[in-house]
């Protein structure tokens, strides 16, 4: 077994929040090295995929573009039937934690929707104000200049007016680096009629760099591609920090798994081990080990790793990790319009209804962020104009009629850590023979009164203002891809992970950071919150290492 | 590209056209037969677009061959289906009659926050 080398500072995983703290302590002079198992790939490839996919692979199919190595598998959604099914989905609502993430250099970014919502004073209290789910272990007033560092990290484009902004009444210490980019025609109708329902549609936060570079990206010029990739890199994703950190003296290694996570004296992390293609395996040493890999491959490492010492798994002496795992449960509906509600325009998502997630009901049933897609329904509106089998000029007027007077409206709810939706490992095994995850997930009452009672006919009224002619929900609970809970962060070792460093209670030299950490799901998109949590960590980190 | 022309009252790439003539025929040993058939109802009616003809086209083989030759141009695959080769993105013709509006995801047609939030009225049709 080679010994591969060393580093102050080992970092498993290379999304947002291993870029993130890599850099940080690059900065502060320390040495980094981070194993990505997947391969690095360059943008015109992945656009290339993109435009190769047939036109019934380019929506929803967000992995298609993505093609997984057999040596880190993901959710592949580019064939129909998927025997070789990666994740091992169970329980009522299996198909709400489908969960797309992609295992390549730069991780889920690639393909996120790149919306930057911060979480409420009330979001981190649930347990205290509502009487449900879990506290934070520290305020929003601590989290806050974490968020401004991430927003200027990354580049967030946002509202200076604070009747736009977003928690209402929490003042921000830094106003956005950016200035919102503009509504197309679509939002514009909708933030009108949302109002008249008593829905607010803002501006969503988003990291899109807006009217002008930002860290040497280009700003959007609307290619409304969001996802799956960004052709330009308007929109970040921790790709373009590879280079960034190459450049300061920061190690990558692609296509290395890591598999195991070795403990010493006094339960410390020792070292890692990595398998690559060749199915050899290495060890590498360091100082801190953080594992950054999201909130199923992190618990997965450490179960797997699980040894005489931490027979529960590594970091698992609470019998937490794996246990709680979150997503926001999505319905939507699907309209038929008299009026045009034009899509397409600027970025795939580019505004949210958040108000609609706060409120005393949340005693009894869970809040939700409600928003319209944004992405250009152009083909949607051809493939029905075209199984009408109209033809010529017919066939073109329905096209734009069905194209624009069309919609789709998401509801995004807000889980509870529930101890019972648990990740486990499956009996059957990935081509490394790495158990794949098992995941049990049901959404829950909390949820499921909320879909009954508040968030569809919330929709309905929604679609109602909009004079839609015709409605269709999902039939069921899908997936957001905000994968959260599974290394949940608390004050009590008994009941909890991570500390609120995401510094792993077991383990004096082991950082868990992300959404993993996330005692609240809340309902909007977790990335930014990651990010913060990842900052507060890589301060933790830095300290740690330089003062012992 | 005759029967094409026909049955598509729009600019057609002859790039295009012979990639969809190419892929059909693969899937379809008598698309040639099929093309000729339509073309003859065509010239019976001294039809010059597709409404002046199609009518007269009967079910079955000969109507489905056109649907998919119209489908072709449109999607800019034969078949939409995993693994279907595409040989037209930014000119599937799906995109065009809403080319007004709607971004063709990923050929953007605006700059740095250039997109309006106004948009021409839904009776407006592009040419193409």
Redesign the interface.
């Known amino acids: 077994m080679a010994n591969d080398g060393s580093a102050d500072v080992v970092i498993a995983g290379t999304g947002i929040v291993g870029c993130l703290i890599a850099e940080q302590a690059l900065d502060a002079g320390l040495s980094v090295l981070m194993l990505e198992a997947g391969p690095r790939v360059d943008r015109w490839r992945i656009?290339e995929n993109?435009?190769?996919?047939?036109?019934?692979?380019?929506l929803f199919h967000w992995d298609a573009p993505y093609p997984p190595k057999p040596w880190a598998p993901h959710l592949e959604t580019?064939?129909?039937k998927e025997q070789e099914q990666y994740l091992q989905l169970e329980g009522p609502n299996a198909r709400a934690y489908l969960q797309g993430y992609v295992r390549y250099a730069g991780g889920a970014t690639w393909h996120w929707a790149g919306l930057c919502w911060r979480i409420t004073p009330e979001d981190m209290r649930l347990k205290s104000l509502y009487g449900v789910g879990r506290d934070w272990p520290f305020t929003y007033e601590v989290l806050e200049p974490y968020y401004t560092r991430a927003e200027h990290a990354i580049g967030v484009s946002g509202p200076s007016d604070p009747a736009l902004q977003w928690p209402p009444n929490a003042k921000r210490s830094k106003p956005y680096p950016m200035r919102p980019?503009?509504?197309?025609?679509g939002?514009?109708r909708l933030t009108e009629v949302a109002a008249k329902v008593g829905m607010i549609n803002l501006p969503a936060p988003q990291a899109r760099n807006?009217?002008?570079s930002y860290h040497g990206r280009?700003?959007?010029?609307?290619?409304?591609?969001c996802f799956p990739v960004c052709?330009i890199a308007a929109k970040y994703d921790a790709a373009t920090a590879l280079p960034k950190l190459e450049a300061k003296g920061g190690r990558i290694l692609a296509n290395a798994v890591v598999y195991r996570i070795e403990t010493g004296e006094k339960n410390g992390i020792e070292a890692v081990h990595y398998l690559d293609p060749d199915k050899a395996s290495h060890r590498v040493t360091g100082k801190v080990f953080v594992i950054a890999c999201n909130s199923i491959e992190t618990p997965k490492l450490l179960l797997f790793s699980k040894n005489d010492r931490n027979p529960g798994g590594i970091a698992n002496s609470s019998d937490q990790v794996g246990r709680n795992m979150m997503d926001q449960p999505k319905l939507y509906a699907e309209l038929e319009l008299a009026?045009?509600l034009?899509?397409?325009?600027?970025p795939v998502q580019s505004s949210s209804i958040l108000n609609t997630s706060q409120g005393d009901f949340r005693k009894d049933y869970t809040g939700a962020m409600f928003r319209m897609e944004n992405?250009?329904?152009?083909?949607v509106?051809?493939?029905a104009a075209?199984k009408k089998?109209l033809?010529?000029?017919?066939?073109?007027?329905e096209?734009?009629?069905l194209?624009?007077?069309t919609a789709r409206l998401t509801v995004e709810h807000e889980p509870l850590p529930l101890p019972d939706n648990r990740l486990t490992l499956s009996d059957k095994k990935d081509w490394l023979s790495i158990n794949k995850p098992n995941i049990y997930y049901d959404v829950g009452d909390y949820v499921r009164r909320s879909a009954k009672e508040y968030t569809v006919p919330k929709l309905r009224a929604l679609a109602d203002g909009l004079g839609a002619t015709s409605f269709q929900l999902s039939p069921e609970f899908f997936n957001s891809d905000h994968i959260m809970g599974g290394c949940i962060m608390g004050a009590d070792a008994k009941t909890s992970v991570v500390d609120p460093d995401c510094r792993a209670h077991d383990h004096h030299n082991l950082f868990l950071p992300g959404g993993a950490a996330m005692p609240s799901g809340t309902a909007s998109n977790s990335t930014l919150t990651m990010t913060a949590l990842a900052l507060k960590a890589a301060d933790a980190i830095v300290d740690q290492l330089r003062h012992g | 590209m005759e029967i094409s022309s026909l049955?598509?009252?729009h600019h057609l790439h002859e790039e295009v056209g012979n990639r969809i003539g190419a892929a059909m025929s693969a899937l379809n040993p008598s698309l040639s037969e099929q093309v000729a058939g339509l073309l003859a109802i065509a010239r019976n009616k001294n039809a010059r677009?597709?409404?002046e003809f199609?009518p007269d086209v009967p079910e079955g083989p000969l109507k489905e061959t056109?649907?998919a030759i119209?489908?072709a141009w449109?999607?800019?695959?034969v078949?939409?289906?995993?693994?279907?080769e595409?040989f037209a993105?930014e000119y599937?013709l799906?995109?065009?009659?809403?080319r007004d509006?709607?971004?063709?995801?990923?050929?953007?047609?605006?700059?740095?926050?250039?997109?309006?939030?106004?948009?021409p009225p839904?009776e407006n049709?592009p040419d193409f």
Do not use: H
């Open positions: 656009v993109y435009r190769n996919l047939p036109p019934s692979l380019r580019r064939k129909e980019l503009p509504f197309g025609p939002e514009r807006s009217g002008v280009p700003p959007c010029c609307g290619n409304n591609n052709p009026e045009p034009w899509t397409g325009v600027g992405f250009a329904r152009s083909y509106g051809a493939a075209l089998r033809v010529g000029k017919a066939l073109d007027k096209i734009r009629r194209s624009a007077c | 049955l598509i009252p677009i597709v409404e199609f056109a649907l119209i489908s449109y999607l800019g695959v078949q939409d289906a995993d693994d279907a595409v993105f599937a799906m995109y065009q009659p809403t509006v709607m971004t063709i995801p990923s050929y953007a047609i605006s700059g740095p926050n250039a997109w309006p939030a106004d948009a839904l049709m």
